[in-house]
Nanobody
Framework: QVQLDELGGGLEQAGGSLSLSCVAS????????MGWFRQAPGKGLEFVAT????????DYADSVKGRFTISRANGKNAVYLQMNSLKPEDTAVYYC??????????????????WGQGTQVTVSP
């Protein structure tokens, strides 16, 4: 059974930093694209960042570009999201996602096949 377990998140003040980790089990995703999405209260699922299998390609939502960094460690079957200069509008449940594919520009939830349970990030003004 494939499982994605997210760690990190919590409460931080605006301008601060938080780190999210996602460790996969049940299959290797070393050859697959992975990503992060988020869902704010009352809103739909929003793309945050994506990374290809090698880490050589990354892309971000405009709202987080320059502040968030996605990375991965294939040896640990893990993907990470470093969030700096946090804003109150970053408050959301953050989800790790893994695709069966290995391409670029995976911006839609439908591009991903496995999902974590989500972790809450709250940024206070």
């Amino acid at each position: 059974q494939v499982q994605l377990d997210e760690l990190g998140g919590g409460l931080e003040q605006a301008g601060g930093s938080l780190s999210l980790s996602c460790v996969a089990s049940g299959r290797s995703f070393g050859s697959n694209t992975m990503g992060w999405f988020r869902q704010a209260p009352g809103k739909g699922l929003e793309f945050v960042a994506t990374i290809n299998w090698s880490g050589g390609y990354t892309d971000y939502a405009d709202s987080v570009k320059g502040r968030f960094t996605i990375s991965r460690a294939n040896g640990k079957n893990a993907v990470y999201l470093q969030m700096n200069s946090l804003k109150p509008e970053d408050t959301a449940v953050y989800y790790c996602a893994a695709s069966k594919g290995f391409g670029h520009k995976y911006f839609a939830p439908s591009d991903y096949h496995y999902w974590g349970q989500g972790t809450q990030v709250t940024v206070s003004p």
